[in-house]
Nanobody, 127 residues
Framework: QVQLVESGGGLVQAGGSLRLSCVASGRTVNYYAMGWFRQAPGKEREIVAALNWIGHNTSYADSVKGRFTISRDNAKNTLYLQMNSLKLEDTAVYFC????????????????????WGQGTQVTVSS
């Protein structure tokens, strides 16, 4: 079992930055692909960014490309999401997720691909 705990959310003005962290426990997340998702009120959970288990293969939603950066430190069992130039529409609960990777380069994009989820951290962007 993998337990995931997110942190780093909060209230920020538009144009500001936040850095989210997701610490895994229970077992090492080596060999696990990981991702960040978000869910705004009344909307479905959507992919924000994802990466393979080494961290050199990444993918981003079009809405965050050039503004967000996903990274991981496997030695610390931690996933990060650096969010810059935040917009009002980035307001959501952000979740990290993990799943055992089928191969070295695999990235997972769908909520159903991931078995392990954190509880989420709220990000609110104000004008």
């Amino acid at each position: 079992q993998v337990q995931l705990v997110e942190s780093g959310g909060g209230l920020v003005q538009a144009g500001g930055s936040l850095r989210l962290s997701c610490v895994a426990s229970g077992r090492t997340v080596n060999y696990y692909a990981m991702g960040w998702f978000r869910q705004a009120p009344g909307k479905e959970r959507e992919i924000v960014a994802a990466l393979n288990w080494i961290g050199h293969n990444t993918s981003y939603a079009d809405s965050v490309k050039g503004r967000f950066t996903i990274s991981r430190d496997n030695a610390k069992n931690t996933l990060y999401l650096q969010m810059n130039s935040l917009k009002l529409e980035d307001t959501a609960v952000y979740f990290c997720a993990a799943e055992r990777a089928a191969d070295l380069f695999r990235i997972y994009y769908q909520t159903g691909d991931y078995r392990y989820w954190g509880q989420g951290t709220q990000v609110t962007v104000s004008s």
